[in-house]
């Protein structure tokens, strides 16, 4: 299949792309874009590794094609620090053990940086709702609510 | 995991999303949220020539009440629904269900229109839809039709719609002072399939119960609506949840599979109405 | 072997490799750029017995998209060796990297395609056409045992890959003078480790120099150069693996599969001309990953009036699947349970056992966390509680009666050869039980009860074998080293690198043995660079499993750098006219003791040994660079131990398990740093909780996998993983540098059991399968004789 040429809005940059129709958001951003803080880690919506914010709120990159991402804006986990400058969320992450392996960890920033925005004093119940869509496999998730709830009081 | 391959196509309205249905809609698939689709497609269970994309659209997000009834854009996000208090007001049950569908990233994308056309019958917005007797707009080039919930879902993620139609709008009776409504759940996880869903919708003075309706998700191929509600009318409210329950035990058959047996299922449906029912009457 | 001053063991400081993690900075193998990247996808059996009568690959040859297609038979020429490397006394079933001739699970690899990407490759493999003659598939382990269905290998005469029986003590005399005795059929659900990040493999080969580069996240990197070295008969000089960043491990990615050792003959099929790119799939990874636990157990206890254990008989069947897996076989976790039955701190006198290792059409097991101590555990705990039933005795009395006392180390176990060195057995138990309140739940369950709510009290004690040595894999034949190897560098601006034989997967080993070398050498814990995990770099290691990278890598970590403390110490001495015993590393410096003033300071010792070594006599600097290299292997094994106590609540009618409380106490010897302890602790208790209620690897009578995704296959979610109330014990272990004992495993070892034993508690039955899926314990509660379900 011939690839269609269009561009997408990431990071605040437009940014040229050539993929085949077929091809997930997910994949044109890593493989495409050299982003690759997003990762697959079901491919079919259920664990979140692949998580990025799309106008603002999270969404499953791998349950959308980057056609379908044209003219929308997407953030990824690499625009949240500020050059070396963590954000707050990113070092509260650091401090207090939010992440292990680190595969979940981008999803789970950017479901915690849109949930902190509308919800900027959750309760730590509120947190766990908030994440309920972004597994992780090594933390148990007593860090990350932690790091979520210290980021909300930093 | 990749999608087979398909051609991209973007409606700029609902005209020319018609347009395309009518010309070749056996082989164009509509696709809005695809927050069930495109997990079908990477598996290739779903394998569509040509994917119609109707996001674009303008003018099929967002409500209005209009004699009653609430008519919901097909477009309208599942988050749309679930942040809008007024919403709640009209249709409770809608906004009890809501925050069942999956998680909040799946919601940000999934649509009310989207859901219904999926026709999952463990979906929560599908039960809900005919709890409440609700309809759907279904619009193709030169005309419209209405098609009633009762008359819309008839077998596994299979829908009334026709190919070359387009489901535009969601429709809900708004409900008010002498109807309760519930929602209840039990899914493996928060946020997965239901095992089992109820809606209900009951009609009560605070004693006597009127005319109801119960409708089950994720014990039959389509929802399941509860027959023989009738008989409860009039009847004392904890005799009425029991009698419903005992409906359920004695109408639902539910296929067995990895996380719950037939009998597992039944039993659980007949609790979740106890539940629901018991909840519908103290609203 | 002692702490030294710095005091960076003990501190809880954040993961060094974090702050990039949080900005996407990660680098799994999927993330690494190479040019002209080859992707692979594998045909796959969608039969679990079957002979394969014809493949047509004619139509996936014929693809614009093709790159290559190769068979079993392509493969011949580079794997020339069938290499398993199992157990002694083990069947031969090992692995190819492509099936021949007959498959024995759905999903094993028949063909690999190649192509430039991988939708164009999942094209192709759609279009090979498979034709079989299927074979009665044997998905039972009992059916297996019997010899129903068509034998897996026929040469056998049997299903079985590995037959042990073994007796100590006085075993019959144990049961004839007994008090009672309590028999008990104790069983465990099949389930996987699902790391959030799949396997995957880029295999590079440079037909210059005829080296082949393997970059995957194995844990055990110097074991995957082994096993794919035997099979291609080549030196393992002429093999690098690198393991890249890991997105979790737990045991998955310990195994060299099918799908690598395939991509890796790719490579060099291709002659260089590509860089061969498999990245696992989440359905490949539930059909095809190594699988757990699928166990039962026939347990009898013989106990004497007082509630004290006198012998232990058990027959283990253990359902293994289809192969062994290179080096480990697939024996290892009805071994473990077996050997390891009476090493988990209780007092046995005398113990016997069968085992049977049957052959299945399912995966392989391998190891998972814990491996086989969780069943092993739970078969304790439950047998304990049965005791206390019948001598009405309290279920923690019984306990207290039968675990290790403070005088009885060191233990020697009836099995494996274990010296249990120290530990906090009893201790542990009764700070648990003060913290979870059992003296007050009787009271409260009661009352509850009356409101038709049902509550119930778990427990869960004893301890596990941590950081084995040669005595577990080498002395039975199996190619895998107990040992662990550091080499510490002070480069020539007085710089320190410590390069590690173990692997990181992703818990913070990096950040643990820095604040080893750290104090050691008397630096901050950021002048220490870490590298581990490249066979053309690291010193000889073992890798990641058995909770002993921090213990082995720590201890061979302390020796090395006391042959540089002892290097430095030498020429400082020189240099500053002062005796080596007056001297300590503090603050980059070698200093006199107590004359602050009179230091060196590493840079300038490293200039010297470097630059001038002319100017030193031999004895003073026998060599010019500072660079020394300590391996260690353990005796036998380091001992943890812990309690686990929980009160759940059960809904009888939808079966759902509710946590009330969730306590533990844990003894994993000394602690490096309490914040990573911590989540080691947390994480492993998670997946003990989605091991049990969550997640389990359904097969049907076809042997067709059910849970093939994660709609069917649940890991846990922030939901249903409880708050735990955590408590420390130190007590150290005198095998090992510092006193570590290692803490990987320890929560998927006790959580089983005190969720069994909680659902027990709450519903007054016997919970005799760990597998709690509300479905089970919704049927459970029918059988309640205190549940009123109408």
Same mark, same amino acid.
């Given at each position: 299949?011939?690839?269609?040429?269009?561009?997408?809005?990431?990071?605040?940059?437009?940014?040229?792309?050539?993929?085949?129709?077929?091809?997930?958001?997910?994949?044109?951003?890593?493989?495409?874009?050299?982003?690759?803080?997003?990762?697959?880690?079901?491919?079919?919506?259920?664990?979140?590794?692949?998580?990025?914010?799309?106008?603002?709120?999270?969404?499953?990159?791998?349950?959308?094609?980057?056609?379908?991402?044209?003219?929308?804006?997407?953030?990824?986990?690499?625009?949240?620090?500020?050059?070396?400058?963590?954000?707050?969320?990113?070092?509260?992450?650091?401090?207090?053990?939010?992440?292990?392996?680190?595969?979940?960890?981008?999803?789970?920033?950017?479901?915690?940086?849109?949930?902190?925005?509308?919800?900027?004093?959750?309760?730590?119940?509120?947190?766990?709702?908030?994440?309920?869509?972004?597994?992780?496999?090594?933390?148990?998730?007593?860090?990350?609510?932690?790091?979520?709830?210290?980021?909300?009081?930093? | 995991?990749?999608?087979?391959?398909?051609?991209?196509?973007?409606?700029?309205?609902?005209?020319?999303?018609?347009?395309?249905?009518?010309?070749?809609?056996?082989?164009?698939?509509?696709?809005?949220?695809?927050?069930?689709?495109?997990?079908?497609?990477?598996?290739?269970?779903?394998?569509? *020539?040509?994917?119609?994309?109707?996001?674009?659209?303008?003018?099929?997000?967002?409500?209005?009440?209009?004699?009653?009834?609430?008519?919901?854009?097909?477009?309208?996000?599942?988050?749309?629904?679930?942040?809008?208090?007024?919403?709640?007001?009209?249709?409770?049950?809608?906004?009890?269900?809501?925050?069942?569908?999956?998680?909040?990233?799946?919601?940000?994308?999934?649509?009310?229109?989207?859901?219904?056309?999926?026709?999952?019958?463990?979906?929560?917005?599908?039960?809900?839809?005919?709890?409440?007797?609700?309809?759907?707009?279904?619009?193709?080039?030169?005309?419209?039709?209405?098609?009633?919930?009762?008359?819309?879902?008839?077998?596994?993620?299979?829908?009334?719609?026709?190919?070359?139609?387009?489901?535009?709008?969601?429709?809900?009776?708004?409900?008010?002072?002498?109807?309760?409504?519930?929602?209840?759940?039990?899914?493996?996880?928060?946020?997965?399939?239901?095992?089992?869903?109820?809606?209900?919708?009951? %009609?009560? %003075?605070?004693?006597?119960?009127?005319?109801?309706?119960?409708?089950?998700?994720?014990?039959?191929?389509?929802?399941?609506?509860?027959?023989?509600?009738?008989?409860?009318?009039?009847?004392?409210?904890? %005799?009425?949840?029991?009698?419903?329950?005992?409906?359920?035990?004695?109408?639902? *058959?539910?296929?067995? %599979?990895?996380?719950?047996?037939?009998?597992?299922?039944?039993?659980?449906?007949?609790?979740?109405?106890?539940?629901?029912?018991?909840?519908?009457?103290?609203? | 072997?002692?702490?030294?001053?710095?005091?960076?063991?003990?501190?809880?400081?954040?993961?060094?490799?974090?702050?990039?993690?949080?900005?996407?900075?990660?680098?799994?193998?999927?993330?690494?750029?190479?040019?002209? &990247?080859?992707?692979?996808?594998?045909?796959?059996?969608?039969?679990?017995?079957?002979?394969?009568?014809?493949?047509?690959?004619?139509?996936?040859?014929?693809?614009?998209?093709?790159?290559?297609?190769?068979?079993?038979?392509?493969?011949?020429?580079?794997?020339?060796?069938?290499?398993?490397?199992?157990?002694?006394?083990?069947?031969?079933?090992?692995?190819?990297?492509?099936?021949?001739?007959?498959?024995?699970?759905?999903?094993?690899?028949?063909?690999?395609?190649?192509?430039?990407?991988?939708?164009?490759?999942?094209?192709? +493999?759609?279009?090979?056409?498979?034709?079989?003659?299927?074979?009665?598939?044997?998905?039972?382990?009992?059916?297996?045992?019997?010899?129903?269905?068509?034998?897996?290998?026929?040469?056998?005469?049997?299903?079985?890959?590995?037959?042990?029986?073994?007796?100590?003590?006085?075993?019959?005399?144990?049961?004839?003078?007994?008090?009672?005795?309590?028999?008990?059929?104790?069983?465990?659900?099949?389930?996987?480790?699902?790391?959030?990040?799949?396997?995957?493999?880029?295999?590079?080969?440079? #037909?210059?120099?005829?080296?082949?580069?393997?970059?995957?996240?194995?844990?055990?990197?110097?074991?995957?150069?082994?096993?794919?070295?035997?099979?291609?008969?080549?030196?393992?000089?002429?093999?690098?693996?690198?393991?890249?960043?890991?997105?979790? !491990?737990?045991?998955?990615?310990?195994?060299?599969?099918?799908?690598?050792?395939?991509?890796?003959?790719?490579?060099?099929?291709?002659?260089?001309?590509?860089?061969?790119?498999?990245?696992?799939?989440?359905?490949?990874?539930?059909?095809?990953?190594?699988?757990?636990?699928?166990?039962?157990?026939?347990?009898?206890?013989?106990?004497?009036?007082?509630?004290?254990?006198?012998?232990?008989?058990?027959?283990?069947?253990?359902?293994?699947?289809?192969?062994?897996?290179?080096?480990?076989?697939?024996?290892?976790?009805?071994?473990?349970?077996?050997?390891?039955?009476?090493?988990?701190?209780?007092?046995?006198?005398?113990?016997?056992?069968?085992?049977?290792?049957?052959?299945?059409?399912?995966?392989?097991?391998?190891?998972?966390?814990?491996?086989?101590?969780?069943?092993?555990?739970?078969?304790?705990?439950?047998?304990?509680?049965?005791?206390?039933?019948?001598?009405?005795?309290?279920?923690?009395?019984?306990?207290?009666?039968?675990?290790?006392?403070?005088?009885?180390?060191?233990?020697?176990?009836?099995?494996?050869?274990?010296?249990?060195?120290? !530990?906090?057995?009893?201790?542990?138990? /009764?700070?648990?039980?003060?913290?979870?309140?059992?003296?007050?739940?009787?009271?409260?369950? +009661?009352?509850?009860?009356?409101?038709?709510?049902?509550?119930?009290?778990?427990?869960?004690?004893?301890?596990?074998?941590?950081?084995?040595?040669?005595?577990?894999?080498?002395?039975?034949?199996?190619?895998?080293?107990?040992?662990?190897?550091?080499?510490?560098?002070?480069?020539?601006?007085?710089?320190?690198?410590?390069?590690?034989?173990?692997?990181?997967?992703?818990?913070?080993?990096?950040?643990?043995?820095?604040?080893?070398?750290?104090?050691?050498?008397?630096?901050?814990?950021?002048?220490?660079?870490?590298?581990?995990?490249?066979?053309?770099?690291? #010193?000889?290691?073992?890798?990641?499993?058995?909770?002993?990278?921090?213990?082995?890598?720590?201890?061979?970590?302390?020796?090395?750098?006391?042959?540089?403390?002892?290097? &430095?110490?030498?020429?400082?001495?020189?240099?500053?006219?002062?005796?080596?015993?007056?001297?300590? &590393?503090?603050?980059?410096?070698?200093?006199?003791?107590?004359? #602050?003033?009179?230091?060196?300071?590493?840079?300038?010792?490293?200039?010297?040994?470097?630059?001038?070594?002319?100017?030193?006599?031999?004895?003073? &600097? #026998?060599?010019?660079?500072?660079?020394?290299?300590?391996?260690?292997?353990?005796?036998?094994?380091?001992?943890?131990?812990?309690?686990?106590? +929980?009160?759940?609540?059960?809904?009888?009618?939808?079966?759902?398990?509710?946590?009330?409380?969730?306590?533990?106490?844990?003894?994993?010897?000394?602690?490096?740093?309490?914040?990573?302890?911590?989540?080691?602790?947390?994480?492993?208790?998670?997946?003990?909780?989605?091991?049990?209620?969550?997640?389990?690897?359904?097969?049907?009578?076809?042997?067709?996998?059910?849970?093939?995704?994660?709609?069917?296959?649940?890991?846990?979610?922030?939901?249903?993983?409880?708050?735990?109330?955590?408590?420390?014990?130190?007590?150290?272990?005198?095998?090992?540098?510092?006193?570590?004992?290692?803490?990987? /495993?320890?929560?998927?070892?006790?959580?089983?059991?005190?969720?069994?034993?909680?659902?027990?508690?709450?519903?007054?039955?016997?919970?005799?399968?760990?597998?709690?899926?509300?479905?089970?314990?919704?049927?459970?509660?029918?059988?309640?004789?205190?549940?009123?379900?109408?």
């Amino acid at each position: 299949m011939e690839p269609s040429e269009f561009s997408l809005s990431v990071n605040g940059q437009e940014r040229a792309v050539s993929v085949e129709d077929r091809q997930l958001l997910l994949d044109t951003l890593r493989d495409e874009l050299g982003l690759t803080g997003a990762h697959p880690g079901c491919e079919h919506g259920v664990c979140g590794a692949c998580t990025v914010l799309l106008d603002g709120q999270p969404v499953r990159s791998c349950l959308m094609f980057a056609r379908q991402a044209e003219g929308r804006e997407i953030e990824t986990v690499e625009s949240l620090a500020d050059g070396d400058q963590l954000s707050v969320l990113q070092q509260a992450f650091v401090d207090n053990l939010g992440l292990q392996c680190g595969f979940c960890t981008p999803g789970m920033l950017l479901t915690a940086k849109a949930f902190l925005e509308e919800n900027p004093k959750p309760s730590e119940e509120e947190v766990r709702e908030a994440i309920s869509g972004n597994l992780c496999r090594c933390t148990g998730y007593d860090g990350i609510v932690t790091s979520i709830m210290a980021a909300a009081e930093a | 995991m990749k999608p087979a391959a398909f051609v991209y196509e973007r409606a700029e309205s609902i005209d020319d999303a018609l347009a395309r249905l009518a010309e070749c809609g056996d082989e164009v698939k509509v696709v809005a949220g695809g927050q069930s689709l495109v997990a079908l497609m990477n598996m290739r269970f779903a394998r569509p *020539d040509s994917l119609l994309d109707i996001t674009r659209i303008e003018g099929l997000r967002g409500w209005t009440l209009a004699g009653g009834t609430l008519e919901i854009g097909a477009l309208t996000t599942q988050t749309d629904l679930e942040r809008d208090g007024e919403l709640a007001k009209h249709c409770p049950l809608l906004a009890e269900a809501i925050p069942h569908i999956a998680h909040v990233a799946i919601r940000n994308r999934g649509t009310i229109g989207g859901t219904i056309a999926h026709a999952d019958p463990a979906a929560e917005l599908p039960i809900v839809l005919l709890a409440l007797r609700g309809s759907v707009t279904l619009r193709k080039q030169g005309s419209e039709r209405v098609v009633a919930a009762d008359d819309l879902f008839y077998g596994f993620l299979m829908t009334a719609i026709a190919e070359d139609e387009l489901l535009v709008s969601v429709n809900m009776p708004s409900t008010g002072a002498g109807t309760g409504t519930a929602f209840e759940e039990f899914a493996r996880r928060p946020g997965d399939f239901a095992l089992v869903s109820v809606a209900c919708v009951v %009609d009560h %003075d605070g004693d006597q119960v009127g005319p109801a309706r119960v409708v089950l998700g994720g014990v039959d191929s389509t929802p399941f609506a509860l027959d023989g509600l009738q008989d409860l009318e009039g009847a004392g409210r904890s %005799d009425a949840v029991e009698r419903a329950a005992a409906l359920v035990r004695e109408q639902v *058959d539910p296929t067995g %599979d990895i996380h719950g047996s037939t009998e597992y299922r039944r039993n659980l449906a007949s609790e979740l109405t106890r539940r629901a029912f018991e909840r519908a009457l103290t609203r | 072997m002692s702490k030294r001053a710095g005091g960076w063991v003990g501190k809880g400081i954040p993961m060094r490799e974090a702050g990039r993690l949080t900005r996407g900075l990660g680098r799994y193998i999927n993330d690494l750029p190479f040019p002209n &990247l080859a992707h692979v996808s594998f045909v796959r059996s969608s039969e679990a017995h079957a002979r394969v009568v014809r493949m047509d690959l004619e139509a996936a040859r014929a693809h614009p998209d093709t790159i290559a297609v190769f068979t079993a038979e392509d493969l011949e020429s580079v794997c020339v060796n069938r290499y398993w490397g199992g157990w002694k006394g083990t069947s031969t079933a090992d692995y190819f990297p492509l099936v021949r001739e007959k498959v024995r699970w759905v999903g094993e690899p028949l063909a690999a395609v190649v192509a430039p990407s991988r939708y164009q490759a999942e094209d192709i +493999a759609e279009l090979v056409e498979v034709d079989y003659e299927p074979l009665d598939p044997v998905v039972d382990a009992e059916k297996s045992l019997a010899g129903g269905g068509d034998l897996l290998y026929d040469e056998w005469g049997d299903n079985i890959y590995f037959h042990d029986e073994f007796a100590a003590g006085e075993l019959d005399a144990a049961f004839e003078k007994a008090a009672g005795v309590v028999s008990k059929r104790l069983s465990a659900q099949r389930h996987t480790g699902a790391p959030l990040e799949t396997r995957g493999i880029v295999a590079s080969y440079d #037909p210059a120099s005829e080296v082949l580069q393997l970059r995957a996240p194995w844990q055990d990197v110097f074991l995957a150069r082994t096993v794919i070295a035997r099979v291609l008969d080549w030196p393992e000089s002429k093999l690098e693996v690198i393991a890249p960043d890991s997105g979790g !491990g737990f045991g998955i990615k310990l195994p060299v599969y099918p799908e690598e050792l395939a991509c890796t003959a790719i490579a060099v099929l291709l002659g260089g001309a590509w860089n061969v790119k498999w990245i696992q799939d989440r359905q490949e990874d539930l059909i095809g990953s190594s699988q757990h636990r699928d166990m039962v157990v026939d347990a009898e206890l013989a106990y004497d009036a007082a509630g004290s254990i006198l012998g232990l008989k058990v027959k283990i069947l253990s359902d293994a699947g289809a192969y062994g897996v290179p080096a480990r076989g697939n024996t290892v976790e009805g071994m473990m349970a077996a050997i390891d039955m009476v090493a988990a701190g209780h007092d046995i006198p005398a113990y016997g056992y069968e085992l049977n290792v049957v052959m299945t059409n399912k995966p392989p097991l391998c190891v998972y966390r814990g491996v086989a101590q969780p069943v092993t555990i739970f078969v304790m705990d439950r047998l304990l509680d049965e005791v206390a039933k019948a001598t009405d005795l309290d279920r923690v009395e019984v306990r207290r009666r039968n675990l290790l006392h403070e005088d009885q180390f060191p233990y020697k176990t009836l099995t494996g050869g274990y010296l249990i060195e120290s !530990g906090s057995y009893i201790p542990a138990l /009764e700070r648990a039980m003060e913290m979870i309140g059992f003296g007050d739940f009787a009271s409260f369950q +009661a009352e509850m009860r009356e409101q038709g709510r049902y509550f119930g009290l778990g427990i869960s004690c004893g301890g596990e074998a941590l950081a084995r040595g040669a005595t577990w894999y080498g002395v039975r034949g199996v190619p895998i080293s107990g040992q662990e190897g550091c080499q510490i560098k002070i480069d020539s601006q007085g710089k320190v690198h410590a390069l590690f034989g173990t692997t990181a997967i992703g818990q913070g080993i990096e950040t643990t043995l820095g604040q080893i070398v750290a104090d050691q050498l008397g630096v901050g814990v950021d002048d220490v660079t870490i590298s581990m995990g490249d066979t053309s770099k690291s #010193p000889y290691g073992a890798g990641a499993w058995a909770s002993r990278q921090a213990t082995l890598g720590g201890t061979a970590a302390v020796m090395a750098a006391d042959k540089v403390r002892a290097k &430095l110490f030498k020429l400082a001495a020189h240099m500053l006219e002062a005796s080596t015993e007056d001297l300590e &590393l503090s603050d980059g410096a070698v200093v006199v003791k107590g004359s #602050p003033s009179k230091q060196i300071l590493l840079a300038d010792l490293a200039h010297a040994a470097y630059f001038t070594a002319s100017e030193f006599p031999d004895d003073v &600097l #026998p060599e010019p660079t500072i660079e020394e290299t300590a391996h260690f292997d353990p005796p036998s094994a380091t001992f943890a131990n812990a309690t686990h106590a +929980a009160i759940a609540e059960i809904d009888p009618n939808t079966g759902k398990i509710r946590f009330e409380r969730y306590v533990i106490v844990h003894d994993c010897g000394t602690v490096i740093n309490p914040m990573i302890v911590e989540g080691q602790i947390y994480g492993a208790t998670a997946q003990g909780i989605g091991g049990t209620i969550h997640e389990h690897l359904v097969y049907d009578e076809n042997g067709q996998p059910l849970a093939t995704t994660f709609m069917d296959y649940l890991i846990p979610t922030s939901h249903d993983i409880p708050k735990l109330e955590l408590d420390h014990i130190e007590t150290a272990s005198p095998y090992t540098a510092l006193g570590i004992k290692g803490v990987g /495993e320890s929560g998927t070892v006790f959580s089983p059991a005190v969720i069994a034993t909680a659902v027990g508690d709450a519903l007054d039955v016997d919970v005799d399968r760990l597998e709690l899926a509300p479905s089970r314990v919704y049927d459970l509660a029918r059988r309640s004789p205190i549940v009123d379900v109408g």
